[in-house]
T-cell receptor
Framework: KNEVEQSPQNLTAQEGEFITINCSYSVGISALHWLQQHPGGGIVSLFMLSSGKKKHGRLIATINIQEKHSSLHITASHPRDSAVYIC?????????FGTGTRLQVFP | NAGVTQTPKFQVLKTGQSMTLQCAQD?????MYWYRQDPGMGLRLIYYSASEGTTDKGEVPNGYNVSRLNKREFSLRLESAAPSQTSVYFC?????????????FGPGTRLTVL
């Protein structure tokens, strides 16, 4: 079993829909990182959080340390949100990555 | 600021050939990393350099060597390429090391070994 599991693996949505991507982990962590990988391959950091909730524009990330779970929400989704979203956890001295959730948003 | 740059963007090698992937950052970051990304798997750490003058193995170091040339540059060398090293390679950097700080990624190098 992977130490970081993301669900779903693939997600399609219509423009305007509310999107939720989940990340569960089985190790102790000091922080969790959400990243976005564009169709061209570039990787961009979205959030780093260790508790509670963070919001940036239409993106919201939450984390529940007790339940070892984080969610990434996208409100009013848009085709430009189409990308792979990657969850990564900081465990002692290393970063462990999930395999990503591929999101496609159609007009 | 260019951020993190990588060269080349694409490369095709024959088995047994050698090559060096270059990475540079202009953000005055202390720590730099090399990852590989394979289909169906998360990014995996090959080597990292916590600070200028130090390098350490990551999760999958076999078949690779690294050099932290100075604070800006961190290169990854394949001495004798194998088909199993076909992958997309990402360089990343941050201020203070893996714990506690956001990593900034380069655009990636797509390597194919025939």
């Amino acid at each position: 079993k992977n130490e970081v599991e993301q669900s779903p693996q693939n997600l399609t949505a219509q423009e305007g829909e509310f999107i939720t991507i989940n990340c569960s982990y089985s190790v102790g962590i000091s922080a969790l990182h959400w990243l976005q990988q564009h169709p061209g391959g570039g990787i961009v950091s979205l959030f780093m959080l260790s508790s509670g909730k963070k919001k940036h524009g239409r993106l919201i990330a939450t984390i529940n340390i007790q339940e070892k779970h984080s969610s990434l929400h996208i409100t009013a989704s848009h085709p430009r949100d189409s990308a792979v979203y990657i969850c990564a956890v900081y465990n002692t001295d290393k970063l462990i990555f999930g395999t990503g959730t591929r999101l496609q948003v159609f007009p | 600021n260019a951020g993190v740059t990588q060269t080349p963007k694409f490369q095709v090698l024959k088995t047994g050939q050698s090559m060096t992937l270059q990475c540079a950052q202009d953000m005055n970051h202390n720590s730099m990393y090399w990852y590989r990304q394979d289909p169906g798997m998360g990014l995996r750490l090959i080597y990292y350099s916590a600070s200028e003058g130090t390098t350490d193995k990551g999760e999958v170091p076999n078949g690779y060597n690294v050099s932290r040339l100075n604070k800006r540059e961190f290169s990854l060398r394949l001495e004798s390429a194998a088909p199993s090293q076909t992958s997309v390679y990402f360089c990343a950097s941050n201020r203070q090391g893996i714990i506690s700080d956001t990593q900034y990624f380069g655009p990636g190098t797509r390597l194919t070994v025939l």
